[in-house]
């Protein structure tokens, strides 16, 4: 079935610095979705993509829909002690069987 | 628009006893996915049901059991719990098959 491989799992930044996280697959997405989970949470929806090539901004988180719609990827700029958290990448199944697809998140620590 | 609202947040058993978790999704949504997340573990798929049908299920015994109500409602049944059954289990809502997924809060629960 359908794949999605986050990378890193976990990084460790400063905070003030910026952070990148991607996420692929072998397969292509139609949308891509970025969710952050706090710690005991649910997840929260942060950035849907909808076409390939797609920039998406949401205050400090960038995200894009990459061109062969197997990648895309998340930057968060000036990075701050709340942003501390799993990220997901996540996306509709091509399949018929609409299911959800999440990668296995990475999971960003911000050194004070 | 209220969220989706899982109940209750917490919660305590023994090995041996049931558990019935409860998900309200957000009004106007008609699938409901829930979802086990144990640490490591990122987010494993039970089931997902859409106009009180189950559409997909996920690789989990079947003491994992749910359904959902024609208010969109749906709970999630765990028999004979087991130790390993302690985790965070999460609902999400979405507006139909093929749009993006809310979560809730989650619903903790420990084994003992």
């Known amino acids: 079935g359908q794949q999605l491989n986050q990378s890193p799992q976990s990084m460790f930044i400063q905070e003030g610095e910026d952070v990148s996280m991607n996420c692929t697959s072998s397969s292509i997405f139609n949308t891509w979705l970025w969710y952050k989970q706090d710690p005991g949470e649910g997840p929260v929806l942060l950035i849907a993509?909808?076409?390939?090539?797609e920039l998406t901004s949401n205050g400090r988180l960038t995200a894009q829909f990459g061109i062969t719609r197997k990648d895309s990827f998340l930057n968060i700029s000036a990075s701050i002690p709340s942003d501390v958290g799993i990220y997901f990448c996540?996306?509709?199944?091509?399949?018929?069987?609409?299911?959800?697809?999440f990668g296995k998140g990475t999971r960003l620590h911000i050194l004070p | 628009k209220a969220g989706v609202t899982q109940t209750p947040r917490y919660l305590i058993k023994t090995r041996g006893q049931q558990v019935t978790l409860s998900c309200s999704p957000i009004?106007?949504?008609?699938?409901v996915s829930w979802y086990q997340q144990t640490p490591g573990q990122g987010l494993q798929f039970l089931f997902e049901y859409f106009s009180e049908t189950q559409r997909n299920k996920g690789n989990f015994p079947g003491r994992f059991s749910g359904r959902q109500f024609s208010n969109s409602r749906s709970e999630m049944n765990v028999s004979t719990l087991e130790l390993g059954d302690s985790a965070l289990y999460l609902c999400?809502?979405?507006?139909?098959?093929?749009?993006?997924?809310?979560f809730g809060q989650g619903t903790r629960l420990t084994v003992v």
């Open positions: 999400a809502s979405k507006r139909t098959v093929n749009t993006e997924a809310f």
């Open positions: 009004s106007g949504h008609r699938s």
């Open positions: 996540a996306g509709p199944s091509m399949n018929r069987d609409d299911k959800i697809i």
């Open positions: 993509l909808y076409k390939a090539g």
